[in-house]
């Protein structure tokens, strides 16, 4: 073989994708298929759900938008847009924060791991986590571990971490933690303000030890309940941080896929808040050096759209309204699951919108996805339970989807 021994026994494409590929062919065999592990939001015909306005401002993209390079930390108004439109309403973050331009969250969180971790370390996140988070480790040769991540109450459990914490630093003297909120895939999971305060006091008292980056991955951001602009989770979640400002690295891992539905453009960003003005730069150059050693620039019209979805009023006020009815969409499916999963008792943890919901069977994950494809129902075993993406499911079908997993 002339693939490095390392790299020989790789598995091939996400098995997410190869159960994905399964339901549609037999969907398009004429059977009455559910296909719930679709990692995108698709509308309640089986199509792709996109802001028009989006789709709009893309074909107006000046040519030489898309055929020029772009700068290699990406496009300056671009990274201006991101960091206004997330920590516009906090000053002290705002003040603090540099970006760089990355193809989507995904490569946001690749350059997370490349600049915060040493080769062999471990980043740190809960016990359920998306799944490309190890391979990404495994990618820069670094590695996952993970605190419980409810405890007995169904609450996130602190404690686990605050346990984690203290190991982590002592062995590899650094911290990288990433928590995926709100709307956790693959939980639904969203932290509630005494999760926040909590989690916070905990990263607090061990920041003074070592030094502590948290990673906040908020691709689903926009599709928790109560979202909207400035709506009170953006709201909450920034009062919340604040105070880490210069005690700890924050990241947020930004990304146009799902807020404004364009998974393909490959738009997003790397924002990091770091208190200190020389360490501020020496992180920016880091980042920008890393993208030159990575993909070098990325989509420039991609970036040209999206910015102009950010600042133009009236794009901007238009992506909105569309994807407040997408918000809306999805949450109808999100009553109807807990209308449904309540009735039967379901055990899931506290799911109030997002993507995705993650239902713990009485049984095998494994088995229990297999008798639920014998029924034409699709989901996701993982992590010793079964992901639901109710992004994929259209409202009349939540019932059937419900009865299969209680069956
Ligand atoms: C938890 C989580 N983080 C980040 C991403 C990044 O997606 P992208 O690279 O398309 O922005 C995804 C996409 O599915 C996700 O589920």
Redesign the pocket.
């Known amino acids: 073989m002339f693939l490095i021994p390392s790299h020989q026994k790789r598995p091939s494409d996400d098995p997410i994708f190869a159960l994905n590929q399964e339901a549609v062919e037999r969907s398009n065999k004429g059977e009455s298929i559910v296909n719930a592990t679709v ?1 995108a939001l698709l509308s309640d015909d089986g199509t792709l759900a996109i802001l028009p306005t989006m789709t709009k401002l893309i074909a107006e993209v000046p040519a030489t938008e898309w055929a020029t390079y772009a700068p290699i930390s990406g496009s300056g108004p671009f990274l201006k847009a991101v960091m206004d439109d997330l920590l516009g309403t906090s000053k002290p973050l705002r003040a603090a924060a540099v970006a760089v331009a990355t193809p ?3 490569g946001a ?1 690749r350059h997370a791991i490349g600049n915060y971790l040493e080769r062999g370390d471990a980043l740190l996140t809960t016990s359920y986590f ?1 799944g490309p988070y190890q391979t990404l480790a495994d990618e820069a040769d670094r590695r996952v571990e993970t605190f419980r991540m409810f405890d007995d109450q169904g609450a996130l459990d602190v404690g686990a971490l605050d346990e984690k914490l203290a190991t982590l630093l002592a062995t590899q003297k650094r911290v990288l933690l990433f928590l ?1 909120d709100p709307c956790q ?1 693959p939980t639904g999971y969203s932290m509630s303000k005494r999760d926040w305060e909590r989690t916070r006091e905990v990263i607090l008292r061990h920041a003074a030890t070592g030094p502590i980056t948290v990673l906040l ?1 908020i ?1 689903y951001s926009e599709y928790a309940a109560g979202s909207g602009e400035g709506g009170p989770s953006a709201q909450l979640l920034l009062q919340e941080i604040e105070p880490l400002i210069g005690k700890v690295a924050l990241l947020f ?1 930004w ?1 146009a ?1 799902k807020s404004f539905t364009h ?1 393909g453009l490959r738009v ?1 960003a790397l924002v990091a808040v770091i208190g200190d003005e020389a360490e501020r730069k020496a992180t920016e150059n880091a980042l920008s050096y890393s993208s030159r050693g990575t993909w070098s620039n990325c989509n420039r019209g991609g970036m040209y759209a999206v910015m102009k979805a950010l600042t133009d009023p009236t794009a901007k006020a238009a992506c909105i309204a569309e994807r407040k009815s997408l918000q809306e969409l999805l949450q109808r499916r999100v009553d109807a699951f807990n209308r449904a999963a309540r009735e039967v008792g379901l055990s899931y943890p506290r799911y109030e919108g997002g993507f995705f919901v993650t239902v713990f069977p009485k049984g095998n994950a494994q088995e229990k996805a297999k008798s639920m494809r014998d029924q034409g129902v699709y989901v996701v075993p993982t992590q010793g339970a079964l992901r639901v993406g109710l992004c994929s499911v259209a409202e009349k079908d939540v019932p059937r989807l419900v009865a299969s997993l209680v069956e």
């Open positions: 990692g989507g969250g995904s969180l998306w995926n895939n991955d691709a891992a990304t896929s998974y997003g």
